[in-house]
C-alpha cells in the first residue's frame, strides 16, 4: 500500500525552525518527484519546493526561497524540508505529495499520492 507520512510540524516561535519529513512506504521514493505544499484556512493549497526524481534538481516559491531548504535520503525513504526563519505567514498544515515523474512540479494537481498533513503554527 502506497504511503506518505509527514511528521516534525508542531508550534515554534517567529525565527524559529523545524524540520519536516515525508517518509514513504510501498514505493520506492527515489523514483518519484516529490512536493511540499501548505494550505492555512480559507486559502487555495500552495506549492512550497520540489525535488525531482533524477539529478535531484529543486525548485522554491519564492516565499520560501532562502529559507527553506528540501533534500531527500534515499536509503530512508524519506524527503525533508528544513524550514528556518520561520514567520508567522507560515502558519499552515504542510503536505508531501509524490509523483513517478521524472521532473517535479509546484502544481497540486500533477501528484497522485499524498500524505495526511502536519500542522505548524508559528506564534509567540
Known amino acids: 500500500q502506497v504511503q506518505l507520512v509527514e511528521s516534525g510540524g508542531g508550534l515554534v516561535q517567529p525565527g524559529g525552525s523545524l524540520r519536516l519529513s515525508c517518509a514513504a512506504s510501498?514505493?520506492?521514493?527515489?523514483?518519484?518527484?516529490i512536493g511540499w505544499f501548505r494550505q492555512a484556512p480559507g486559502k487555495e493549497r500552495e506549492g512550497l519546493s520540489c525535488?525531482?526524481?533524477?539529478?535531484?534538481?529543486?525548485y522554491y516559491a519564492d516565499s520560501v526561497k532562502g529559507r527553506f531548504t528540501i533534500s531527500r535520503d534515499n536509503a530512508k525513504n524519506t524527503v525533508y524540508l528544513q524550514m528556518n526563519s520561520l514567520k508567522p505567514e507560515d502558519t499552515a498544515v504542510y503536505y508531501c505529495?509524490?509523483?513517478?515523474?521524472?521532473?517535479?512540479?509546484?502544481?497540486?494537481?500533477?501528484?497522485?499520492?499524498w500524505g495526511q498533513g502536519t500542522q505548524v503554527t508559528v506564534s509567540s
Open positions: 505529495a509524490a509523483e513517478r515523474a521524472y521532473y517535479c512540479s509546484a502544481y497540486p494537481i500533477t501528484y497522485h499520492y
Open positions: 510501498g514505493f520506492t521514493l527515489g523514483n518519484y518527484a
Open positions: 525535488i525531482s526524481s533524477s539529478e535531484g534538481s529543486t
